[in-house]
């Protein structure tokens, strides 16, 4: 039902949609439940110990540990967070969580994809403060590793060494 290939892929299987409760976290578990796990909103070990705000994921350290999962890599730094990433903000009781659909470029405000920001259950682009900025996730399989650039070659040719095959001839 749901297209994991790629951000803009998933984007487009999800847009306009009401994700399991409407809830902001029902749609960010989504990878989670890809992947084979769940998003915690509490410490695991003691499921009585917050108000289950989907901040808490991030807040509490236990949590956080338990949603940092093979195929996510933590971003701590908002200055980090890039296009695709699960980005997690303090906002209200609560707090907030969706889909960063750009770069953040310092700007204070970041385009994301979420549900049940402003009371809308369906899935839709806002620009969302980042005042409240707490952590985010980045799905591994849509930001494959750069891979490593080659030594620097100077680009000039060696002309002498080609000088050199030629008097030979």
Not at 11 to 21: D, E, K, L, V
Not at 43 to 68: C, F, L, M, Q, Y
Not at 70 to 80: E, F, K, Y
Request: negative net charge.
């Amino acid at each position: 039902m749901y297209n994991f290939n790629s951000y803009y892929e998933f984007i487009a299987s999800t847009m306009g949609q009401r994700i399991g409760n409407g809830e902001c976290w029902d749609y960010i578990n989504l990878i989670w439940s890809h992947l084979g796990s769940r998003y915690y909103t509490y410490p695991p070990s003691d499921p009585s110990s917050t108000n289950h705000g989907v901040k808490w994921g991030w807040i509490n350290e236990e949590a956080r540990e338990a949603n940092t999962i093979d195929g996510l890599t933590q971003i701590p730094l908002l200055a980090n967070v890039k296009r695709g990433d699960i980005v997690i903000i303090s906002d209200g009781d609560y707090g907030h969580a969706g889909f960063a659909d750009e770069d953040y470029d310092g700007s204070g405000y970041l385009h994301m994809y979420s549900q049940n920001y402003g009371w809308v259950e369906l899935v839709k682009l806002d620009n969302i403060p980042m005042s409240g900025f707490l952590g985010a996730w980045r799905y591994d399989a849509w930001n494959p590793p750069v891979p490593p650039t080659p030594a620097y070659r100077s680009g000039k040719f060696p002309w002498v060494l080609y000088a050199r095959k030629l008097r030979n001839r």
